[in-house]
T-cell receptor, first 114, second 109 residues
Framework: DAGVIQSPRHEVTEMGQEVTLRCKPI?????LFWYRQTMMRGLELLIY????????DSGMPEDRFSAKMPNASFSTLKIQPSEPRDSAVYFC????????????FGSGTRLTVV | SQQGEEDPQALSIQEGENATMNCSYK?????LQWYRQNSGRGLVHLIL?????REKHSGRLRVTLDTSKKSSSLLITASRAADTASYFC?????????FGRGTSLIVHP
């Protein structure tokens, strides 16, 4: 298995533009997580899906952020409109079996909003 | 706020020495996990220890858990330059792993 695949690896965009980050979880994993990592705040959970259904989106900063999981093999995180404070590394992670098993992370998308 | 907090924030050692990192957490847990993150990469799962376990080994890694003190430690023995990375503990708040800010380990060759 190629692991959790995220795209793009790097994204530079202008303030106000729409940004879409993509994630392909490991086949067979039924849980998917989106995290954001910054120096100031560390790793923050944004949203958690189980069996393609959003379970907890309390970490989504505001309405500018939205996430979807249309099927078991694909998820998107969209920011519209983007702001400079959204600059961070965004990670997707997947897992099978719940909290008693390790999580597999993608390599992340480094987003820079100028 | 983070559930787990690692200590120290940074650790610098020579190759061959042992490295010990600690994690403290606030509420009761079902398990605690340790992850490694190399610069510019995603987190890699190292080891999971359940609340009813006190110690676990994996290669050069040794993890202990003291639920009475709400703390865990990660020991890397005979460190190598390739162990240079950030190390995070994660505790489960229900079904979600919550990460600390990590310990940055530098192993000098």
């Amino acid at each position: 298995d190629a692991g959790v695949i995220q795209s793009p690896r790097h994204e530079v965009t202008e303030m106000g533009q729409e940004v879409t980050l993509r994630c392909k979880p490991i086949s067979g994993h039924n849980s998917l997580f989106w995290y954001r990592q910054t120096m100031m705040r560390g790793l923050e959970l944004l949203i958690y899906f189980n069996n393609n259904v959003p379970i907890d989106d309390s970490g989504m900063p505001e309405d500018r952020f939205s996430a979807k999981m249309p099927n078991a093999s694909f998820s998107t995180l969209k920011i519209q409109p983007s702001e400079p404070r959204d600059s961070a590394v965004y990670f997707c992670a997947s897992n099978s079996g719940g909290a008693n098993y390790g999580y597999t992370f993608g390599s992340g998308t480094r987003l820079t909003v100028v | 706020s983070q559930q787990g907090e690692e200590d120290p924030q940074a650790l610098s050692i020579q190759e061959g020495e042992n490295a010990t990192m600690n994690c403290s957490y606030k509420t009761s847990i079902n398990n605690l996990q340790w992850y490694r993150q190399n610069s510019g990469r995603g987190l890699v799962h190292l080891i999971l220890i359940r609340s009813n376990e006190r110690e676990k080994h994996s290669g050069r890694l040794r993890v202990t858990l003291d639920t009475s003190k709400k703390s865990s430690s990660l020991l890397i023995t005979a460190s190598r330059a390739a162990d240079t990375a950030s190390y995070f503990c994660a505790t489960d708040e229900g079904y979600i792993p919550t990460f600390g800010r990590g310990t940055s380990l530098i192993v000098h060759p």
